[in-house]
């Protein structure tokens, strides 16, 4: 009956339960190393996190895609660009 109790008990650990008990079970390099990960992903932009995490682009660039690519290429060896600070003050930001 004991084991039953205790196998219910590690199922009903929650999430926050088994990080403690991880945590316990870290030697003190390894701690230190976490909470360095953890400190740098406090200050991480999430935003900037999720586009350096997202999956590659695996379908296939279209004619039409490319062409467009080209055609953008080619203003940019002409010069036709605008800067971001241009932008802004053309959209008054």
Known sequence: MVRTEQRY????MTA???LRQAVEDLSELEAEATLAYIAQRR???PVVEAFENAPLDDEPVTEEEE???????????R?????????RQELGL
């Open 43 to 45: 200050e991480r932009d």
């Open 67 to 77: 062409r467009a690519l080209e055609e953008s290429r080619e203003a940019y060896r």
């Open 9 to 12: 008990a590690a199922r009903a």
């Open 16 to 18: 926050k339960d088994k």
């Open 79 to 87: 010069g036709e660009t605008y800067t971001a600070e241009q932008i």
